[in-house]
Structure formats: structure tokens, C-alpha cells
């Protein structure tokens, strides 16, 4: 595998810094420093199916990730939910991935409250990241999310397409995103109402493999917090 390098690919480049200048005018966040580093991201957890085994990698291969939970899955898991805080970092994906709700301020802080008080009685802690349910602000102001909820919302700079890809697709996709500061999308659950449903086995199988292409381009995978500190 060769080693990484920028100048085979300047357009998407170029592309990304303009993509990730409207993103810092707004506060939302899609890469991070260019140092080599990436933060692998997992949405729609915890799942009982698939968030352990995911756990599991990581911990065999000392990787750091960011897990965005959905309140209604931290709901119907709450001890795994905790041991997710424990091991790695833990994100908010919204309570109920509610697409209308970014559309009406209103229905999003009810959203964010609920899940945020959620975190609060069964994990015991609070998110710093939030990102918007499909990724979408809709009408809601990032930094009003900041301002208000103490979360900075993180989007992706590439990702995997594991929730219609199988395990060498995934490899492929997420071999194609990968760059310094990139932030990059995985799944552990499902999403209620997702028009992707099914299992997240081939994440899985591919996790392994995506650990071997970072080292192979010598990037380190952290979480969104460690990729975005100063240090």
C-alpha cells in the first residue's frame, strides 16, 4: 500500500477546504488539524448487536473512537451506553432522530433536553459533540447548539457507507476518505425509521482492516475530542 500522500489528489482537496470553510463560518466542524490523525465515528448506538464486538477491536488494538448516541438507544441499553463512556467517547445523536425536528427550534430543544437528561440519569455524564440526526441542520444555528447546550456539533469529512455497503466496500470507501484530520462515518445501530435498516455485521468486519490502512498511512485513530485539542 503506498504512503500517503496529498498530491494525487489536489481537487478533492481543494473541495474539502472549501466545504470545511463554509462549515467554520457556521460552527460546524468536519475535519480536524492536519496532523496524522484521524477520529473514526460511530452513529446511531449503542446497539446490543454490533457496539460490543466494535468495542472489542478497539480495545485489542489500543484505537480511541467517538460514539454519537441516539437517546432512544441508550434507552433500551443503558449499561452498554456506560460502557461506552467508560472505554472511549461519547457523543449526542439527538433522542429520537427525529428529521423534522432541526426544521422547528422548538421540537430541537425539546429533542436535545430530553436526550441530554437521559445522559445525565444513565450514563452519568454529558456529551461535549453533537451531531444532527442525517447530518442535517435544518434550521438550527451550530453555534446556538454550542451556546446553549455546551456541544460543539461535529459533521464527516468522509465515511464508509456501512449502512448499504458491504465489508470490502466499506475498506474501499473509508481508504478513499482518509487523510490527516479527516473525521469519518461508521455505524454500530440503526437509526429508528432509517430507510438503510439492517444489520451493521459488514462495520464490523471491516473495522479490522480499516485499523490496518490507518497504520499503513501512519494515522492514529483518536476521538473527535483529541482530534480537535490544541495539543
Given at each position: 500500500?503506498?504512503?500517503?500522500?496529498?498530491?494525487?489528489?489536489?481537487?478533492?482537496?481543494?473541495?474539502?477546504?472549501?466545504?470545511?470553510?463554509?462549515a467554520v463560518m457556521s460552527g460546524l466542524v468536519m475535519h480536524g488539524p492536519a496532523r496524522p490523525e484521524v477520529a473514526l465515528t460511530f452513529d446511531d448506538g449503542p446497539s446490543p448487536e454490533h457496539t460490543p464486538a466494535i468495542l472489542d477491536i478497539l480495545a485489542s488494538r489500543g484505537a480511541r473512537a467517538t460514539f454519537f448516541l441516539l437517546g432512544t438507544s441508550v434507552e433500551r441499553s443503558p449499561d452498554l451506553a456506560r460502557r461506552v463512556h467508560a472505554e472511549q467517547e461519547i457523543g449526542c445523536h439527538s433522542y429520537a432522530h427525529d428529521r423534522s425536528a432541526v426544521n422547528d427550534p422548538e421540537a430541537f430543544r425539546v429533542d436535545t433536553e430530553k436526550a441530554l437528561d437521559l445522559f445525565d440519569r444513565a450514563v452519568h455524564a454529558r456529551p461535549r459533540h453533537y451531531r444532527f440526526p442525517w447530518g442535517n441542520p435544518g434550521r438550527i444555528a451550530p453555534r446556538d447548539v454550542e451556546r446553549r447546550f455546551g456541544m460543539v456539533c461535529v459533521h464527516w469529512s468522509g465515511g464508509g457507507f456501512d449502512e448499504r455497503s458491504g465489508a470490502d466496500a466499506i475498506v474501499r470507501n473509508i481508504e478513499d476518505a482518509l487523510e490527516p484530520g479527516a473525521i469519518l462515518l461508521l455505524h454500530d445501530g440503526c437509526a429508528p425509521g432509517s430507510?438503510?435498516?439492517?444489520?451493521?455485521?459488514?462495520?464490523?468486519?471491516?473495522?479490522?482492516?480499516i485499523l490496518d490502512a490507518l497504520e499503513a498511512r501512519g494515522l492514529r485513530a483518536v476521538t473527535v475530542g483529541e482530534l480537535l485539542s490544541a495539543g
Open positions: 500500500m503506498r504512503p500517503f500522500s496529498f498530491s494525487h489528489r489536489p481537487l478533492r482537496a481543494l473541495r474539502r477546504g472549501v466545504r470545511a470553510a463554509r430507510v438503510y435498516a439492517g444489520s451493521r455485521e459488514p462495520t464490523v468486519r471491516a473495522l479490522p482492516r
